[in-house]
């Protein structure tokens, strides 16, 4: 096994043995960097001298006798949306293409003072803005199972570089999907925590009321750990909870006997590759062959989740992007007539296709004389949405499903039909709408290709969700298969 290939709790194990330095560490990841970055394109931007400068400092507390923390001296990468003091965050738009913030996301502040390296900034479908990490302004990531598959989105550089192994574990943000989906297309773990548990201080905001910032790893226990770093309440964040963040470390127990598992059929219904359902079915036999009660439900409003998504999640984009008009900072249109022309040519220029159609279609359903016929209403059937989970997690502890209805498809295969891409998101939206906490990890491979299994939890019970697929992985290898690139 090669070095970039260990978990992080095995590079601690490392560190701390003094078998190994960080700066050699952070070196092979950058090795591998150099070896796949030209097939995967994983990062817009790395920042590897800043990475090996924090490395050597990591050495110097471990050669002084210093306890070090787990994520201590190692890589984490970022995706390009969570501001980073003085390097370039693009959110994969030429509308920030040259944008160096003047401070870091809260998140960003966690890893340094947890002493991680940061060996760059990951690429993402525009800010945030998609499932399959074309809509970048810059270029496609790879899969790193199949170079001519997408790698799901919008966090599809982060769930890259942890997979092909150009990080250890990384951060991505999950508006309608956009941690889990791509986990499962890249067959890492994705967790996108409770809304309100991570602050959302410095991550460039797509819509307010879903965005959540959450971890990828290659296993359950390092997923665990960063949760664990970048959890907690922020007072720069209005929405952020006040919480005591337990030790989800504690819950990485090889046991789900008594746990109750609804499995809800609208999740298992038309639209779910028969060879995925497959694959989620016997993950539910084990699940029972382990001492979990495992049974379908319902969640009845789901059917409406899609449209309730598309109504509200623009809405929310068309006022945050309100702010990029080519006065304040960002990209300026060069040749102008006047101010007007200026708002009209820096935004027609600077935002992508898919950015400005959800820019349009938000802006409508906040319209006078559409307000209440769509957004109003969207924010009804949410409550709706959201009481069909209340409902469910008074019989049981966990819910679980597919992540997507299939596995990752090709480059190209549904990029021209915004309709059939958004319904890549069909099993991860409502969860963003509830404002729950949800987990991705592998169950099997389809093809070749990974298939992601999700587990849903109550609030603030990612405990019980990690303790989960701890239990899966424990009594599994599907975690322990790596890509050849």
Not at 8 to 35: G, T, V
Not at 111 to 137: C, H, Q, R, V, Y
Not at 283 to 289: I, T
């Amino acid at each position: 096994m090669q070095l970039y290939q260990l978990t992080a709790h095995e590079m601690h194990d490392l560190l701390i043995n003094k078998e190994l330095s960080s700066e050699e560490l952070n070196n092979s990841i950058f090795d591998r960097i150099e070896a796949v970055e030209d097939k995967i394109k994983a990062f817009v931007t790395i920042t590897k001298e800043s990475a090996l400068e924090r490395a050597r400092s990591v050495d110097r507390q471990i050669q002084a006798g210093e306890k070090i923390g787990p994520l201590a001296g190692i890589p984490v990468a970022v995706k390009d949306n969570m501001c980073t003091k003085g390097v370039r965050t693009t959110a994969s738009s030429k509308i920030l293409s040259n944008f160096v913030p003047p401070y870091s996301a809260t998140v960003v502040e966690k890893l340094e003072a947890a002493g991680s390296t940061i060996p760059g900034k990951t690429n993402l479908d525009e800010f945030a803005m998609g499932s399959s990490t074309e809509n970048s302004a810059f270029f496609h990531t790879s899969n790193p199972w199949d170079i001519q598959r997408v790698p799901g989105g919008s966090s599809g550089g982060s769930a890259a570089a942890v997979c092909a192994g150009e990080a250890v574990v990384a951060l991505g943000s999950d508006t309608g999907g956009s941690i889990r989906q791509p986990a499962s297309f890249c067959g890492v773990v994705g967790l996108k925590p409770t809304y309100g548990a991570v602050s959302r201080y410095g991550l460039i905001a797509f819509a307010s009321s879903l965005d959540q910032i959450g971890p990828f790893a290659r296993d359950v226990t390092d997923c665990a750990t960063l949760l664990e770093v970048i959890s907690g309440h922020d007072d720069r964040d209005s929405t952020s909870a006040s919480y005591k963040v337990p030790e989800f470390t504690a819950s990485l127990i090889n046991d789900v006997r008594g746990l109750k598992i609804g499995v809800p059929e609208e999740f298992m219904a038309k639209g779910i590759g028969p060879e995925v359902r497959a694959a989620v079915e016997r993950a539910m036999s084990l699940y029972e062959s382990m001492g979990a009660v495992v049974e379908y439900t319902t969640l009845p409003h789901t059917e409406y989740a899609l449209p309730t998504y598309y109504i509200i999640a623009p809405a929310e984009a068309s006022s945050n992007l309100a702010r990029y008009d080519g006065v304040r900072y960002g990209f300026r249109a060069a040749e102008v007539v006047d101010v007007i022309d200026m708002f009209m040519k820096s935004r027609s220029q600077g935002f992508g296709t898919e950015v400005k159609r959800r820019i349009m279609l938000g802006t409508y359903a906040l319209s006078a004389g559409y307000y209440d016929a769509y957004y109003l209403k969207a924010l009804k059937v949410r409550t709706l949405i959201k009481q069909d989970f209340d409902r469910a997690f008074e019989k049981y502890d966990l819910l679980l499903s597919p992540t997507s209805p299939t596995p990752a498809f090709r480059f190209g295969e549904k990029i021209d039909d915004p309709l059939e891409m958004y319904l890549s998101d069909i099993c991860t939206i409502s969860v963003n709408l509830a404002g729950i906490p949800g987990i991705s990890f592998s169950c099997g491979f389809v093809d070749n290709m990974p298939v992601g299994l999700q587990l849903m939890g109550k609030y603030f019970d990612e405990g019980t969700l990690l303790r989960a697929a701890y239990t899966f992985e424990q009594n599994t290898s599907y975690h322990k298969e790596f890509p050849k690139i």
